[in-house]
């Protein structure tokens, strides 16, 4: 394995680049999730988002996401990106490009490595609205703040 597939990044994620990094004579589909700021959550407006992440942990984690694809779609290959920083709305905070011989495939497997993101990558965000602001904690929304930033973690 040559080249990083997994990784985190505060410049803006080149799409492009992530499927070509999948793209292979036998893959009969290629499958992205592109995961974008949105404007409206839970009926209040975001005005932008901040992502933190511990980088190397995330991307050991992204990796293991990965491997676990691997053991259970046979022939795949991935790239996983997430972006940390200040992002506007509709910018790109994470792309998953699958490639597999058969679509289903790719999109199970794209659709599995978004949500085992969200449960075990230590990525954190903070929205920020007209009137305040939030470190949301672990991706599912689950558990508040962020360690080390005073929000009970």
């Not at 792309?95 to 085992?116: F, G, K, L, N, Q």
């Not at 230590?122 to 672990?138: L, N």
Request: aromatic letters at 8%.
């Amino acid at each position: 394995m040559g080249e990083k597939r997994c990784w985190i990044t505060e410049e803006p994620i080149d799409v492009g680049s992530l499927v070509h990094t999948v793209t292979r004579p036998e893959a009969g589909a290629i499958n992205t999730f592109i995961g974008t700021v949105r404007e409206f959550t839970k009926g209040k407006q975001t005005l932008y988002l901040e992502y933190e992440a511990y980088t190397a942990m995330a991307e050991k984690k992204l990796e293991q996401i990965a491997r676990e694809m691997e053991e259970r779609w046979l022939d795949i290959q991935t790239a996983i990106v997430h972006r940390t920083g200040r992002l506007e709305i509709s910018d790109i905070a994470v792309v998953i490009a699958v490639s597999t011989p058969h679509r289903a495939d790719s999109y199970e497997a794209s659709r599995y490595a978004i949500e085992r993101i969200k449960e075990i990558v230590p990525i954190w965000k903070k929205e920020h609205w007209e009137d305040g602001d939030s470190w949301i904690g672990d991706q599912k929304e689950i558990v508040p703040g962020v360690p080390g930033k005073g929000d009970g973690m």
